[in-house]
């Protein structure tokens, strides 16, 4: 199997991320799982991987903190090589409105959406190596192209990321391809009983959401194909085109 040197994913011990890693690991990159409050979860699957025969190691940091978020990609690095893909997918999702949005929690949801993607995607830049090409896939979501008012630090602080997409894109060329993913539902989250998930699903143009396996998919896509950058892709089963939004249909989301 060709190496296709190291990619870093954060917050890739679960869900979404999880399968990212898992994906990545059988096409060929060694894979630094990052945790922040999960290293049980990212040591089991950096282990799953090793047994089948891939590379992996778990990696600690707390986006929150800048300093931390600074030296992941060394710390990947260090572990398994030059990082040459970066998956931004860690994340906050906690629901607020213009009205009643708290002070800390607008902070958290833009030092891991926005600050720690930054200075990730700088340290990259200063340390791929003479004559390797790399990719950053920012992992969004679909609602910064279908706005509601719902969620509005994480929905800030991810358009946020979109916008900073298309400027790294601009700023990192031509080494460094940024492009980003924009996830409808895919799986249930905490606020959600699996009833809610299955209307929301059901309320999609599409009537299906994305399978795990796309998210991996897409970004090998990404990696394969040089021309694409500062581009998103919605893998939301047609919510964003949707015009029954959640809000309005009184869909827990």
């Known amino acids: 199997m060709e190496q296709r040197g190291t990619a870093l994913v954060t917050g890739g011990s679960r869900r979404i991320g999880a399968a990212i890693a898992r994906d990545l690991a059988a096409h060929g990159f060694a894979v630094a799982v990052h945790y922040n409050s999960s290293?049980?979860?990212?040591?089991?699957?950096?282990?799953?991987i090793r047994s089948q025969g891939g590379q992996a190691a778990a990696i600690g940091a707390d986006l929150e903190d800048a300093g931390a978020a600074a030296g992941l990609?060394?710390?990947?690095?260090?572990?398994?090589?030059?990082?040459?893909?970066?998956?931004?997918?860690?994340?906050?999702?906690?629901?607020?409105?213009v009205t009643d949005f708290d002070l800390d929690q607008f902070e958290r949801h833009f030092a891991v959406h926005l600050?720690?993607?930054?200075?990730?995607?700088?340290?990259?830049?200063?340390?791929?190596?003479?004559?390797?090409?790399?990719?950053?896939?920012n992992m969004i979501d679909q609602r910064v192209l279908s706005l509601t008012p719902r969620f509005y630090s994480y929905t800030l602080s991810k358009s946020a990321l979109w916008?900073?997409?298309?400027?790294?894109?601009?700023?990192?060329?031509?080494?460094?391809?940024?492009?980003?993913?924009?996830?409808?539902?895919?799986?249930?989250?905490?606020r959600?009983?699996?009833?809610?998930?299955?209307?929301?699903?059901?309320?999609?143009?599409?009537?299906?959401g994305p399978a795990l396996e796309e998210f991996g998919a897409t970004i090998r896509w990404m990696w394969e194909t040089p021309s694409v950058t500062g581009q998103i892709v919605a893998l939301d089963g047609g919510q964003h085109l949707a015009w029954e939004t959640p809000d309005v249909a009184g869909i827990a989301e």
């Open 163 to 190: 916008t900073a997409t298309r400027t790294m894109a601009q700023a990192l060329a031509p080494r460094i391809r940024v492009n980003a993913i924009g996830p409808g539902p895919t799986l249930p989250n905490e």
């Open 39 to 48: 290293p049980g979860d990212a040591e089991a699957l950096a282990e799953a």
């Open 115 to 137: 600050k720690a993607p930054s200075l990730i995607a700088r340290a990259m830049g200063e340390r791929l190596p003479d004559g390797a090409e790399g990719l950053i896939v």
């Open 73 to 97: 990609v060394a710390k990947a690095e260090a572990a398994l090589g030059p990082v040459t893909l970066a998956v931004n997918n860690a994340s906050v999702f906690q629901d607020d409105c």
């Open 192 to 208: 959600q009983s699996q009833a809610d998930f299955d209307r929301q699903v059901d309320g999609l143009i599409l009537k299906r």
